[in-house]
Nanobody, 118 residues
Framework: QVQLVESGGGSVQPGGSLRLSCVAS????????MGWYRQAPGKERELVAM???????NYAESVMGRFTISRDNAKNTVHLQMNSLKPEDTAVYYC????????????WGQGTQVTVSS
């Protein structure tokens, strides 16, 4: 069993900041990738940012320069610092890990709502 506990979502005005965190635990030998995806109403789920175990990152073009992903390998934790938030960032944000336990697997968190509105 794997658990992903997400935190940090909420409501903020345009231009504000939020920090999302996701802690992984359970039957995990090692984590290859940790990332954040989001899904807005009526839209498909999309990658926001991803970070490898070595620290390489990948961002959606729409969040470059505003969002920063980081991870603490010792704590199996990934963070997403979101600055200069825009109304179009409103979505449910999901944590996803790609990990090794006998074989390569992936697992999704339950999601946390981020609402950017004046």
């Amino acid at each position: 069993q794997v658990q992903l506990v997400e935190s940090g979502g909420g409501s903020v005005q345009p231009g504000g900041s939020l920090r999302l965190s996701c802690v992984a635990s359970g039957s995990i030998s090692s984590i290859k990738h940790m990332g954040w995806y989001r899904q807005a109403p009526g839209k498909e789920r999309e990658l926001v940012a991803m970070i490898t175990s070595g620290g390489d990152t990948n961002y959606a073009e729409s969040v470059m320069g505003r969002f920063t992903i980081s991870r603490d390998n010792a704590k199996n934790t990934v963070h997403l610092q979101m600055n200069s938030l825009k109304p179009e960032d409103t979505a449910v944000y999901y944590c996803k890990i790609v990990y090794w336990f006998g074989r390569e697997r992936d697992y999704w968190g339950q999601g946390t709502q981020v609402t950017v509105s004046s």
